[in-house]
DNA sequence: ATTGAGCGA
């Protein structure tokens, strides 16, 4: 299943990330979203685990915890859309908002 | 040096 993992330390790594949710089962995939130019990590990322029970368990038991220090907030993720591909999967922003 | 709700080029 796919978890969304937030309120994260800017310092926080993929790595770092990956070997926390390691203790609870196996990690296909741990990423921490960081911005493109500055390389300044957003302070939010993703965890992809295939088993879903461990990955359940993970949430309830990291949900709350401190990582690099502060805590983090983790729940399901939401469905990645597949479909806006139009711009390379990037969505330009025609005001100072941000609309999805 | 700088930030802090939110869901991913």
New binding site residues.
């Given amino acids: 299943m796919?978890i969304?993992?937030?309120?994260?330390?800017?310092s926080v790594k993929d790595d770092e990330l990956k070997a926390v949710f390691e203790q609870y089962g196996e990690v296909s995939?741990a990423?921490v979203?960081t911005d493109?130019?500055t390389g300044?990590?957003?302070?939010?990322?993703?965890v992809?685990m295939p088993d879903d029970a461990a990955a359940q368990k993970a949430v309830d038991a990291l949900n709350g915890t401190e990582i690099g220090g502060?805590a983090?907030?983790v729940?399901?993720?939401?469905?990645?859309?597949e479909e806006p591909r139009r711009n390379?999967?990037?969505q330009k922003r025609d005001n100072g908002f941000?609309r999805?």
């Fill in positions: 796919n969304f993992v937030g309120s994260l330390s800017f995939s990423r979203l493109k130019f300044r990590s957003k302070g939010f990322g993703f992809e502060r983090v907030v729940n399901q993720a939401r469905e990645r859309s390379g999967g990037y941000k999805y």
